[in-house]
């Protein structure tokens, strides 16, 4: 079946570490890639995207992307975390003409600090 | 301000009753879609929207039913007929035109069962 993974269900880092997160995908050819937020409270908001170009995705916040195609994967890092990135974070994926998102069933992060 | 507005944000279901759920957006997208969350499991597709006057089923639209009557309102019925209702509704819409397209999301709907 089609999926998206995502492997840590729960991550616990200490402020300033350096996070990774894994996504990996089952589909074959052409595919957009989203990781989205969902910070306490708030609503689902997009932290970047990967259509094509670049494999090395910039998103807000001083998180970033590496899609490789080989790997079907798609992992989110940042090289020190903050307090403030304590959330939930999901990996999503779109593929053929119409944008049906599919999501992964998301990592929560908890940053102490 | 332009976005993407639910209501309510919580809303209480008794046993056989249905509930109607509301997502508007001014953001002049065609394109709307209904999600839910569960904890452990993600968001998944219930129903989408292309087009007014056009929707589609996702993967578990067992139990629910939308219209789209106008652009900008997509809403959501949870009928009797969905045994377990209890969990967070996610409206969203699509920007742009074409394959390299984005998803926007509302703050969402929390329903319970009484």
């Known amino acids: 079946a089609q999926s998206v993974s995502q492997h840590n269900h729960h991550v616990i880092l200490s402020e300033a570490a350096s996070l990774e997160l894994g996504c990996n995908y089952s589909?074959?050819?052409?595919?957009?890639l989203f990781w989205y937020v969902q910070y306490p409270g708030q609503h689902l908001q997009l932290l970047l995207k990967?259509?094509?170009?670049?494999?090395l995705v910039k998103g807000i916040k001083g998180f970033e992307a590496e899609f490789i195609k080989s790997k079907f994967s798609f992992n989110l890092r940042k090289p020190s975390v903050q307090w403030s990135d304590t959330a939930e974070y999901f990996c999503a994926v779109t593929r053929g003409g119409f944008q049906k998102l599919v999501f992964g069933t998301g990592t929560r992060l908890l940053v102490s600090p | 301000d332009g976005g993407i507005t639910q209501s309510p944000k919580y809303l209480f279901r008794k046993e056989g009753q249905n509930v109607t759920l509301s997502c508007e957006q001014n953001?002049?997208?065609?394109?709307m879609y209904w999600y839910r969350q569960d904890p452990g499991q993600g968001l998944r597709l219930i129903y989408y929207?292309?087009?007014?006057?056009?929707?589609q089923k996702g993967d578990i639209a067992e139990g629910y039913s939308v219209s789209r009557e106008k652009k900008e309102s997509f809403p959501l019925t949870v009928t009797s007929a969905q045994k377990n209702p209890t969990a967070f509704y996610l409206c969203?819409?699509?920007?742009?035109?074409?394959?390299?397209?984005?998803?926007?999301f509302g703050p969402g709907t929390r329903l319970l069962v009484l």
């Open positions: 929207s292309q087009i007014v006057n056009d929707f």
């Open positions: 589909y074959g050819g052409t595919v957009n």
């Open positions: 953001l002049n997208h065609d394109a």
């Open positions: 969203a819409s699509r920007s742009g035109r074409g394959l390299q397209e984005t998803q926007y």
């Open positions: 990967y259509f094509s170009g670049d494999p």
